[in-house]
């Protein structure tokens, strides 16, 4: 049954202080487009009701809402929406108080398997809305969709104004008002229930069926591309900054190690902004772990506490109806970001969770701090902030923090260029500055060289399909980036399934190098000859793997996170799990693997090398003694997971010396 045209109602005052809510009940299924999925969807509801906030948990399985009505924001402005929700919800605003302009704002999860806790507003990139600019003197008309399965059901819709200390809180009744009063209208009745774009009749099962949901991961970063921005002039930076003392962090102090201990004496750094490593899309029975190391929800067991529960109900029948099944119960929440309280604990113990995420309000102080002194130059001073593209920060206790500072600038010519630099960061001591600023300083010898050639080093045996892939992973990289800084070494131990110097020969790569072996494969012997072809000791060794989809921006991640003679870079790969592909991929972050590590020629010498002895034909632990020896030679290593740096799955059948 179609709404019948130009059939709004008219708005009255007494609608203020509350909104629609329709309630389906006894539907299978946690995303939205089961709830459209449902034949009673949206014309007949189990329940008509009102509720008084955006913010509902009625204690219940299986059912799906439609929330819907007027917002009347306080004040002119920009506002940021944002929604939670177990399972998926779907926030749409109208441009004006017609049901015919919905656009929708923020949305939580597409497949049913997404969720977040409570208050947890940052977990997907969806959540979060771009700014809307509203009207103190206008109505504005909104859905909110919601399906829940089973589990801890809650859904809540927040907003905040566009400005830097604000805060989400959840939408209250001041700032809402009723579509209609559906109080003497029968059930059956249902001309007057809006019909939009969020109708089953306008979302044909087939359109939906067809819609791809995307990895946040997978989405586009300005991270991705900052390869294509001109560095920063040293110019620009000469004498601006006070150099201070390197003291490298989280140094391993004693001159002997436990055999395969130094995985327990490497930190992660933090990032900023999140850059959506954490694989929240998977489901709640993997992704559990995150959420079980935040201390209040190990103490109280569950989601339960983060919701404050306000039972509003109305006087007479409705009040005794309170308990049928609680669908008027609301509660107020904080906003949670449990990012911010997770550590290397957590990225090493639940290898779903992805880089430790900073918060804006620990970045930007640092970030001011950096233009106020670079205003004080007169060949700089005209530069202006445009963006933070990317900061990370490794903290010693003892020490203090380090942060890599990756920032897109102007200057009056409309010109882009990138600075990317370490600094120490302390903060004031002096009663009579302010505490919280820091003072920010470089780091006497840590510094990134851009002009760094980078060798990838790997060995293979009979593996003649995935050297195809490998080396066309590697061709990709070289078009995408133009990059002519960087050589393949391949050690080939005498393949039979493939000719590995000829395939080198027709490739579309900048620089290679081919060396062939004999007899049993040996990882270890394999990575060593090709690390003595480098002549350069001023040049980067990435070890490497075989299986792998790499990133266009990799060989400038090696060149930023490896410093000569003070640290090494171990990049995290996540392992996909079978039938897991680049578009929709699901498995683990390798925590536990350093097979693959950055390091410069120079410094493998220092450690002495690849151990050929213990490992001449054997490999598995190899990874792990070398860490043990860049750790007592008091090199730094760096650790973060990569965005869309991938191992694929693969089959052991015939691998190297099996059979």
């Known amino acids: 049954m179609k709404q019948a045209e130009d059939k709004q109602p008219l708005w009255k005052p007494e609608f203020l202080g509350e909104a629609n809510m329709h309630i389906f009940e006894d539907w299978c299924g946690g995303s939205v487009h089961h709830l459209r999925m449902n034949l009673l969807y949206p014309l007949y509801p189990h329940i008509r009701t009102k509720i008084r906030r955006l913010a509902v948990s009625a204690g219940w399985e299986n059912y799906g809402l439609r929330i819907f009505g007027y917002l009347q924001p306080r004040y002119s402005g920009e506002y940021i929406f944002a929604v939670a929700s177990d399972n998926n919800a779907e926030f749409w605003l109208s441009s004006d108080d017609s049901t015919e302009r919905l656009n929708l704002l923020a949305y939580l999860g597409k497949t049913g398997n997404e969720w977040a806790a409570p208050g947890e507003y940052e977990k997907f990139a969806s959540q979060i809305s771009q700014p809307v600019l509203l009207s103190k003197n206008m109505r504005y008309f909104f859905e909110v969709l919601y399906k829940q399965s089973e589990g801890t059901d809650h859904l809540e819709v927040a907003w905040r104004l566009n400005e830097e200390e604000s805060i989400f809180e959840v939408i209250t009744a001041e700032y809402l008002s009723l579509y209609n009063d559906e109080s003497n209208i029968l059930l059956v009745d249902n001309n007057h229930i809006p019909q939009t774009k969020t109708s089953q009749g306008l979302f044909p099962y087939h359109v939906l069926k067809s819609a791809k949901h995307q990895v946040d991961m997978i989405k586009a970063d300005p991270r991705d591309f900052m390869y294509k921005t001109p560095l920063i002039k040293e110019s620009y930076l000469e004498n601006l900054f006070p150099v201070c003392e390197y003291y490298p962090l989280h140094m391993f102090d004693n001159d002997t190690i436990e055999r395969y201990d130094g995985i327990n004496h490497v930190f992660y750094s933090s990032v900023y902004p999140n850059d959506y490593t954490r694989l929240a899309h998977e489901g709640i029975d993997r992704e559990i772990c995150f959420y079980q190391k935040d201390e209040t929800y190990d103490k109280e067991r569950g989601f339960g506490q983060y919701l404050k529960i306000e039972n509003i109900a109305d006087e007479g029948k409705e009040k005794q109806k309170i308990n049928k099944p609680k669908w008027k119960q609301v509660f107020s929440v904080n906003a949670s970001d449990f990012h911010e309280k997770q550590g290397d604990i957590v990225v090493n ?311």
Request: hydrophobic content about 40%; glycine content about 8%.
């Open 349 to 659: 113990t639940c290898n779903r969770a992805g880089n430790i995420i900073m918060v804006k309000k620990e970045v930007m102080p640092v970030v001011e701090a950096f233009m106020t002194l670079l205003h004080k130059s007169d060949t700089s001073r005209d530069l202006v902030l445009k963006r933070v593209l990317n900061v990370e920060k490794k903290t010693d206790d003892a020490l203090g923090s380090r942060f890599l500072l990756e920032l897109e600038l102007e200057n009056t010519q409309g010109d882009i260029i990138l600075l990317s630099k370490y600094f120490f960061a302390t903060k004031y001591k002096n009663k009579g500055k302010n505490p919280e600023r820091p003072s920010l300083c470089s780091p006497k010898g840590f510094s990134w060289n851009p002009d760094a050639k980078v060798h990838v080093i790997l060995t293979v045996k009979n593996q003649g399909r995935w050297v195809i892939h490998f080396l066309k992973e590697m061709e990709k990289v070289y078009k995408a980036t133009g990059d002519k800084n960087f050589n393949i070494i391949l050690v080939d131990y005498n393949s039979t399934d493939i000719d590995v110097e000829k395939e080198l020969t027709n490739s579309n790569l900048p620089s290679y190098q081919f060396l062939r072996m004999y007899g049993p494969f040996g990882r270890s012997p394999g990575l060593q000859a090709g690390i003595d072809l480098v002549e350069d000791e001023n040049s980067i060794l990435f070890l490497c793997d075989l299986h792998l989809h790499f990133p266009p921006m990799i060989i400038d991640s090696l060149r930023k996170h490896c410093v000569q003679g003070k640290m090494v870079f171990a990049p995290v790969v996540m392992r996909l799990e079978c039938g897991a592909t680049i578009h929709a991929p699901a498995g683990f972050w390798e925590t536990m693997g350093y097979g693959l590590i950055g390091i410069y020629k120079s410094d493998i010498i220092r450690i002495g090398g690849m151990n050929i002895k213990e490992f001449t034909d054997k490999w598995g632990g190899e990874d792990w003694e070398l860490l043990d020896r860049i750790l007592l030679n008091k090199l730094e290593v760096e650790r973060l997971n990569i965005r869309n740096f991938l191992h694929f799955f693969h089959s052991k059948h015939g691998m190297w010396n099996t059979a």
